[in-house]
């Protein structure tokens, strides 16, 4: 069947990449790899990466010297599928690009996420660097800042409180989705203030993350952000608000 797959390119589809994941056929993987750096159609370059994702353990280290090579710009869609595959060879060549400032930006966010997703050795302090460094890309310090929750390190907690006074409206909105990650009651008032932010996603990030932590005291803001969106432009977003709320009522139940 491989065979009869490979017999058809060019041009790749995305279904015939699916159908190699579904079919976990790792003989394939050079050939997805090829098509997630090198074709101009991102649908098939999301086609690749989901396929490498299915297929698994077997791609990490082809999706590793992709992720390396210095002389192809592979991108967010190899670090999304290593992060999305889990395996912990993956965090040393993450933190590499992270740390490449000449890296793509998306890539080394993803990184970023990536390493607090595997909890790797060390990714703390270089995140937290990362995260304060004013220099730094915004979209890199936002990865840091999704990276830090994901993390779970409670020491994060402070420098990540110490950005919604200094990042802008997505880096608010990637803070208070990381708190929620961290658990840590101490960010509960901070996330009832973000429920009026001006920005609608920040609010409901917000409420996401107050619904993880799963404190009673901020049921009567949650049911007030809830009332102010589902009448208006952003109802789509008041069920995430309605689930929250359900978390935390379900939560005082037991």
């Known amino acids: 069947m491989l065979r009869l797959l490979i017999g058809c390119l060019p041009p790749m589809t995305s279904r015939k990449l699916i159908a190699w994941g579904m079919l976990r056929e790792a003989r394939a993987i050079p050939l997805l ?7 101009e159609d991102v649908d098939v370059r999301k086609a690749a990466k989901w396929a490498l994702v299915e297929i698994g353990e077997p791609a990490v280290l082809p999706l590793i010297d992709a992720l390396l090579d210095p002389t192809r710009k592979w991108g967010w869609f190899v670090v999304d599928a290593l992060d999305r595959i889990g395996d912990p060879r993956a965090a040393a060549p993450c933190l590499q690009v992270l740390k490449d400032r000449s890296a793509d930006e998306y890539a080394r966010a993803g990184a970023a996420k990536a390493l607090g997703r595997l909890k790797a050795a060390g990714a703390f302090d270089v995140l937290v660097s990362i ?7 915004e979209t890199v310090r936002r990865g840091a800042a999704t990276g830090l929750g994901l993390l779970g390190d409670q020491r994060a907690f402070v420098p990540l409180t110490h950005m919604l006074s200094r990042g802008d409206a997505g880096m608010r909105w990637d803070v208070a989705a990381a708190l929620g990650d961290l658990g840590d009651p101490r ?11 001006e920005y609608p996603q920040v609010c409901v990030n917000a409420a996401k993350a107050l619904g993880k932590i799963g404190d009673e005291r901020a049921l009567p803001a ?28 379900d939560r005082q139940q037991h």
């Open 187 to 197: 960010g509960v008032d901070l996330l009832i203030a973000l429920l009026d932010d």
């Open 33 to 39: 790899v090829r098509a997630l750096g090198f074709s």
């Open 131 to 137: 995260l304060q460094d004013g220099y730094e890309l």
């Open 222 to 249: 949650l049911r007030r952000l809830y009332e102010r969106l589902r009448g208006g432009p952003w109802a789509m977003w008041a069920g995430e608000v309605a689930q929250a709320i359900k978390l935390i009522e």
